[in-house]
C-alpha cells in the first residue's frame, strides 16, 4: 500500500483511489487530487523551511538578504490568494534559503524537490492532460492562454525521460488554472472519454507516482495540541493564586497511520504564552524532533490537515485534500503579519531625561532630536519593533499608542525605533524626514541608586507641543505667536514635510489637555492632510491606555529568556566583585517582578550596590513608601489619594486574589454598585485591574504585573485592608458568589417578597414565570429549588432542578458551594435519606472557601452525625458486616466531632451540644456524651420543643453507663 502519512491521509487515499465512482469522476478526481496533493506539499515544505529559518528570515542577515526579500515579498504581497505559481514561486525561494545547517529532516525535503526522477506513467498522463487541453483551446494557437505549450508538453512526457521535481510539479501545475477550468475539464472527459482514449489505470498510477515522490515532504509525525482544562488537583488549596494552577494540554499524534492522545501538564506561565490550538509537524534532526508550528499555512481539524486557501473577508480559509472541505478562521490581519506575529512586547526600558538639540543623520536626509541615552542595555527588540512598524507605520493614516504599566520599556522601544529609522534601516516610504520628540517626564529616577531626580516637564498642553515643533524647525520668536498662529504654522509644516511626532510620558497630562492634544491629531491634522495623509505619523507613549482612533499597543514584562538575559548584562558591571546569582533566585527576580525592567534593575542595584540580602530585597519591594513603587505608578498613587472608593476596591481584589464582578465588590464593600462601574475603567486604563469575561457579568482581577504595588496598599494602609478582611468574611456568602444579572437580582427581590407575605401561590406563579424569560438561570433556578423544599416540601422536584444547575455549572468548568449545600440538604432530607448521594455534595462543600463559616460547619457536622445515627440504630446479623457498621458509623461520628471542634469560639447552645453528644455516644465515649447532653437539657427546659428527643438521648446513653 503506498505509504504516505498525514491527519486524513487513509480517508484521503481511499477517496483518490474510489472505484465505485463513474469512470469520468474518476479521471476528474484523480487530476483534482494530483494537484491538491502538490500545494499540500509545497506548504508543508515552506512553512517548515520558514520556521526552520524564522530568524534569519526577520533579521535579514547579509549572506542570506536577497533570498529573505525574496520570501518576504511573496509573502507581504501574492498570498492574499496564492496561486498555484505563487506557491511553486514560494517553493522554489525557500530552496534557495537551506543550506548546510539545516535540520536534517528539511536537508531531506530539499533532496526530494531537487532530485531527478524518470517520468514512467507520468508522461503519458501529462501526454493525455496536453490533449485535452487541446480540445479547450484553439487549434491554431501553439501557446495556450494557460501559458502551456502544446509541443513541450509531450516532448518532456516521454517515459524514459528524467525531470527534477521541481520542475515537474511547474509544468503539472501549467494544466490548473481556475475553478472554472477544472469544471471544462471534467466536461471534456466526460464528452469525449472514448475519443480521447483515457486508460484509467495509467491516471492511477500516475497519481500514485506523484504520492511516492512527495511522501518524504508529507509524512511526518503531526500534533495537535489543545488547552483542555484546569487540573482539579491544582484547585484543592484555595490559598493558591492564579500562578499556581496546572492546565492539561490535550494531545493528539497522528503518526504512520495511528492517532494517539496524551496529556501534558502546563504551568500558569506557560498557559499564558500557550494559543488555544497548536497544529504541529515534528521534524527529524540527528535522532532529534523538532515542532515545527503550523499556523497560518496549515491546521488539523477533525483529525485532518487543512491548507491555507486565501484570506476572505471573514478570515483565513482552508482546504482540507481529505473530504475537499473548508474550514474559514475569523481574523482581520494580515498573513504574513499572523506568520510572524509577536503577542508580546518585552524590550526593555532605560529612562531618559533631555532636550536634545535637532541633528542630520549622515545623509543629511533626516532630521532628529531623538534622546541618545540608555540604548546600550536593550534586549530583544527587533520582533517588538517589527509590529510597530507592521501595526502602525505601514497603515496608512494610523496614529499609535504604546501603554504599559511604568518601567516596562515604553520608551526605550519607541527610542530605539526612532533610531532605526534616523539611521535608514527601513524601507524609503516609511522614513519620515524629520523625527520630533516631545517629553512631557517629569521627572528622572535611578533604579540602580534608588533616587528620583524632579524635572521641569517638556509639555504639559497642545500649545507646548506646537512651541516645541517649531523651534525643532528653526523658527524664532516662537513665543510671540498666539495659540491659533503656532497651529496653522504647525499644519503648514505637517503639509510640507514628512514628519514622526513622538508624545513620550503623555500620563502625565491633564484629560483635559490630553483630550484637546488626542481631538487635534485626529480630526484637525487628519482633515488637513487629506491629500497626504502620510506626511504625519504620531506615536504616544503612556502608562494609560488612552480612549481613541488611534492603534493600542500594550507592553508586559520581559519573559523569563529575557529577564535572563537582562539580568546578566547587569551582572557585567560586578562580576568582578560580586559572586553571581543562583538560577532559582534569577527565576525568583523574575517572577516577583513580573519581568518589568525598572523593577529588575532596582533589585540588582539594592543586591550589588548596597550590598542588601536577597530575602530582605525580594521583600522589600512590595514595602509602602518603596522609590521603585512610587515612581512606576506615581499617577495612580495619585488618584489613590483622592478616591476612596478605587483603593478599596484596588485592596478588595487584591486580597480576594480571584475574579470578582462588580456586583460583588459591591456587595462585600457595602458601596454602590453604580459608583464602582464608574471607576473600573480608570483602574482598567491604568493596567491595575484585568477584565475577564466570566459566566453572566464581567469579572475583575488584579493584573500580574501590578502585583508589587497592589501587595504595598495593604501595607500602607493596613485599617483600610482589615475592615475589607472583616466585609468579605461577613458579605461574601455563597450565595452571593453566585453569578447574575441585575435584572435577576431584581427578580429574586420581587419573589422574596411574596415570600415573606406568605403569598406562596402568588411566589410560586412569579417564578415560573419568570423562569420562561431565563431558563438557564442559576440563581432563579436555585432560589425556586430552595422554595419547593423549605415551603412545600417537594424535595425530588427540588433535586431534579439543583441537579441541573449543577450540570450547568459544571459544563463551565466552575463549581457553586451554595448549590452543593443545598443539594446535600435536600438528599439528606428524602423520606428515605440518601446518605451516600449527599455526602458528595457536602464533600464539596469541605472544600469552600468558606470553610471557616460556623455555621456551614455545624450544617455539615450535623449531616455526618444524623447519617451516624442512623447506621448506628440498623442491625446486622453477620457478624463481619456488623463490625463493618459500627467502624462506619463511628468514623462518620469522627467527622462530625471535627467539625465542631473547628469552630475557634463556638457558642455553646443546645443544639450544639446536642449534636456533641449525640456524636460521642456514637463512638461509645458515653461519660463525655452524658456531660454534654445534660447541658443541653439545663440550658433548654422541659417546656421546650427539642425535650423529648434530648431526654431521648440522655436515656439511652444511661443505659449504656448502668
Not at 268 to 287: A, K, M, V
Amino acid at each position: 500500500m503506498l505509504r504516505v502519512y498525514f491527519p486524513g491521509a487513509t480517508d484521503f487515499i481511499g477517496n483518490a483511489f474510489n472505484k465505485n465512482n463513474d469512470l469520468d469522476r474518476r479521471f476528474f478526481d484523480i487530476f483534482h487530487n494530483t494537484i491538491n496533493l502538490i500545494e499540500l506539499a509545497s506548504q508543508i515544505f515552506v512553512i517548515t523551511t520558514i520556521r526552520a529559518y524564522e530568524e534569519i528570515i526577520l533579521d535579514e542577515p547579509e549572506e542570506h538578504k536577497k533570498s529573505v526579500k525574496d520570501i518576504k515579498s511573496t509573502l507581504s504581497n501574492r498570498f492574499t490568494a496564492p496561486s498555484l505559481g505563487g506557491h511553486i514561486k514560494l517553493t522554489q525561494q525557500c530552496l534557495r534559503l537551506i543550506d548546510k545547517n539545516a535540520p536534517e529532516g528539511l536537508k531531506i525535503m530539499k533532496e526530494c524537490l531537487n532530485g531527478f526522477v524518470e517520468l514512467g506513467p507520468i508522461g503519458s498522463y501529462l501526454d493525455d492532460l496536453e490533449r485535452i487541453y487541446g480540445e479547450l483551446e484553439e487549434p491554431e494557437d501553439e501557446v495556450n492562454e494557460f501559458g502551456v505549450e502544446i509541443s513541450k508538453a509531450v516532448r518532456l512526457n516521454r517515459a524514459k525521460s528524467k525531470k527534477k521535481v521541481v520542475d515537474l510539479l511547474k509544468i503539472v501545475i501549467n494544466f490548473r488554472n481556475n475553478s472554472a477550468h477544472l469544471r471544462e475539464i471534467r466536461c471534456i472527459i466526460e464528452d469525449y472519454l472514448d475519443d480521447l482514449q483515457l486508460k484509467i489505470d495509467v491516471w492511477e498510477k500516475a497519481l500514485e507516482f506523484f504520492i511516492d515522490i512527495l511522501s518524504p515532504i508529507l509524512s511526518h509525525k503531526y500534533l495537535l495540541k489543545k488547552l483542555d482544562k484546569i487540573d482539579p488537583s491544582s484547585l484543592a488549596s484555595t490559598d493558591k493564586g492564579k500562578k499556581d494552577l496546572i492546565f492539561i494540554l490535550n494531545i493528539k499524534n497522528y503518526e504512520n497511520d495511528k492517532i494517539e492522545t496524551s496529556e501534558e501538564n502546563i504551568t500558569y506561565e506557560e498557559f499564558e504564552n500557550t494559543p488555544q490550538r497548536i497544529s504541529e509537524l515534528s521534524l527529524s534532526d540527528n535522532g532529534n524532533q523538532i515542532p515545527i508550528d503550523l499556523f497560518p499555512f496549515m491546521i488539523i481539524k477533525d483529525d485532518k490537515l487543512y491548507y491555507y486557501k486565501k484570506t476572505t473577508a471573514k478570515g483565513y480559509q482552508y482546504y482540507s485534500i481529505v473530504d475537499n472541505s473548508f474550514w474559514t478562521i475569523q481574523t482581520k490581519t494580515k498573513f504574513s503579519q499572523s506568520l510572524f506575529n509577536i503577542q508580546k512586547i518585552r524590550d526593555l526600558q532605560e529612562i531618559f531625561w533631555t532636550d536634545v538639540l535637532p541633528v542630520y543623520n549622515d545623509d543629511k536626509t533626516i532630521k532628529a532630536n531623538i534622546p541618545h541615552q540608555g540604548l546600550e542595555g536593550f534586549v530583544g527588540r527587533k520582533k517588538q519593533i517589527r509590529k510597530i512598524v507592521e501595526r502602525i507605520l505601514e497603515i496608512p493614516n494610523r496614529d499609535g499608542i504604546i501603554y504599559g504599566p511604568g518601567g516596562v520599556g515604553k520608551t526605550a522601544l519607541v527610542l530605539q525605533l526612532s533610531w532605526l529609522l534616523f539611521s535608514g534601516k527601513f524601507k524609503e516610504e516609511l522614513h519620515q524626514r524629520n523625527i520630533i520628540w516631545v517629553s512631557a517626564k517629569a521627572n528622572l529616577y535611578n533604579p540602580i541608586l534608588d533616587f528620583v531626580k524632579k524635572k521641569n516637564r517638556q509639555f504639559e498642553s497642545l500649545d507646548n507641543i506646537f512651541t516645541t515643533i517649531l523651534y525643532f524647525y528653526d523658527y524664532q520668536d516662537v513665543m510671540d505667536y498666539n495659540f491659533d498662529e503656532k497651529k496653522e504654522l504647525v499644519l503648514e509644516l505637517f503639509e510640507e514635510y514628512k514628519t514622526l511626532l513622538i508624545l513620550d510620558n503623555f500620563e502625565t497630562v491633564t484629560q483635559k489637555e490630553a483630550e484637546k492634544i488626542i481631538k487635534f491629531f485626529e480630526e484637525e491634522a487628519k482633515d488637513r492632510l487629506k491629500q497626504k495623509p502620510e506626511n504625519l505619523k504620531v506615536i504616544i507613549t503612556s502608562r494609560e491606555l488612552i480612549p481613541s482612533g488611534f492603534y493600542q499597543i500594550k507592553l508586559e514584562g520581559l519573559d523569563r529568556r529575557e529577564s535572563k538575559q537582562l539580568m546578566k548584562n547587569l551582572y557585567n558591571e560586578y562580576k568582578d566583585s560580586h559572586t553571581p546569582l543562583s538560577d532559582d533566585q534569577i527565576k525568583e527576580i523574575h517572577e516577583t517582578t513580573s519581568g518589568i525592567p525598572i523593577i529588575i534593575k532596582h533589585v540588582f542595584g539594592q543586591l550589588f550596590e548596597f550590598n542588601r540580602t536577597f530575602n530582605q530585597v525580594i521583600d522589600n519591594l512590595a514595602s509602602a513608601g518603596n522609590e521603585v513603587i512610587k515612581f512606576s505608578y506615581a499617577e495612580i498613587i495619585n488618584r489613590l489619594k483622592k478616591d476612596d472608593y478605587q483603593l478599596k476596591m484596588l485592596i478588595l481584589l487584591e486580597l480576594k486574589k480571584e475574579p470578582i464582578s462588580c456586583r460583588q465588590m459591591s456587595d462585600i464593600l457595602e458601596l454602590e454598585e453604580s459608583i464602582l462601574s464608574e471607576k473600573i475603567p480608570s483602574l482598567m486604563n491604568f493596567q491595575c485591574v484585568i477584565k475577564i469575561n466570566q459566566g453572566v457579568d464581567e469579572k475583575f482581577i488584579i493584573n500580574d504585573e501590578v502585583n508589587l504595588f497592589s501587595r504595598s496598599l495593604i501595607q500602607e494602609h493596613p485599617t483600610v485592608a482589615q475592615r475589607i478582611r472583616n466585609q468579605l468574611d461577613r458579605n461574601f456568602t455563597l450565595e452571593k458568589q453566585m453569578d447574575y444579572s441585575s435584572k435577576e437580582f431584581e427578580i429574586l427581590k420581587i419573589f422574596e417578597n411574596y415570600k415573606s407575605e406568605k403569598d406562596y401561590l402568588d411566589a410560586e406563579s412569579f417564578i415560573k414565570e419568570q423562569l420562561k424569560d431565563y431558563p438557564d438561570s442559576i440563581l432563579l433556578k436555585y432560589h425556586y429549588a430552595k422554595f419547593l423544599k423549605e415551603v412545600k416540601n417537594e424535595i425530588e422536584k427540588s433535586i431534579t432542578i439543583l441537579e441541573e444547575c449543577h450540570k450547568a455549572i459544571e459544563s463551565k468548568g466552575e463549581k457553586d458551594y451554595e448549590v452543593f449545600r443545598l443539594l446535600g440538604s435536600c438528599y439528606a432530607s428524602l423520606e428515605i435519606p440518601n446518605y451516600h448521594k449527599a455526602s458528595v455534595y457536602y464533600s464539596e462543600l469541605e472544600k469552600s472557601p468558606k470553610t471557616d463559616d460556623d455555621v456551614i460547619n455545624i450544617e455539615i457536622a450535623e449531616f455526618y452525625i444524623n447519617w451516624s445515627t442512623t447506621l448506628k440504630m440498623k442491625r446486622e446479623i453477620d457478624p463481619i458486616k456488623n463490625i463493618e457498621r459500627q467502624v462506619i458509623y463511628k468514623d462518620l461520628a469522627k467527622k462530625g466531632i471535627n467539625l465542631l471542634e473547628k469552630i475557634a469560639n463556638p457558642n455553646r447552645n443546645h443544639r450544639y451540644l446536642y449534636l456533641y453528644a449525640q456524636a460521642k455516644f456514637n463512638r461509645w465515649e458515653n461519660k463525655e456524651a452524658n456531660e454534654m447532653i445534660n447541658e443541653a437539657i439545663k440550658i433548654i427546659g422541659q417546656n421546650h420543643n427539642y425535650f423529648p428527643i434530648y431526654s431521648r438521648l440522655r436515656k439511652a446513653i444511661h443505659a449504656k453507663l448502668n
